[in-house]
């Protein structure tokens, strides 16, 4: 599986952004996708998991009742939209599946200004 995302970019505090990823799969998405993210100096976090049927969803504390993860099955996307925004999300994000091996997208930054 491929993972390729896009959005992202520069905004400030209190601000949205959305990330998305496209998997690039010959099979059906029957698998958990998400997002995690790094800081610089910091170790890899998950920030939101969704479970391969959509439903099951994880979120980190943090960013509970800010940010939603959704999945479009016939697009194999997964979306997070930001909302509230703080400087402390800044971060490169990256697009996860739960695959064989795992799936890991490039990465994308998000940079939250105060």
């Known amino acids: 599986v491929q993972l390729v995302e896009s959005g992202g970019g520069l905004v400030q505090a209190g601000g949205s952004l959305n990330v998305s990823c496209v998997a690039f799969?010959?099979?059906?998405?029957?698998?958990?996708m998400g997002w995690y993210r790094q800081s610089p100096g910091k170790g890899r976090e998950g920030v939101a998991i969704?479970?391969?049927?959509?439903?099951?969803?994880i979120y980190l504390d943090s960013v509970k009742g800010r940010f939603t993860i959704s999945r479009d099955f016939t697009k194999k996307t997964v979306h997070l939209q930001m909302n509230s925004l703080r400087p402390e999300n800044t971060a490169t994000y990256y697009c996860y599946a739960n695959t064989s091996p795992s799936a890991w997208g490039q990465g994308i930054q998000v940079a939250v200004s105060s």
């Open positions: 799969d010959d099979g059906f998405m029957v698998y958990d």
């Open positions: 969704s479970g391969w049927d959509g439903e099951r969803i």
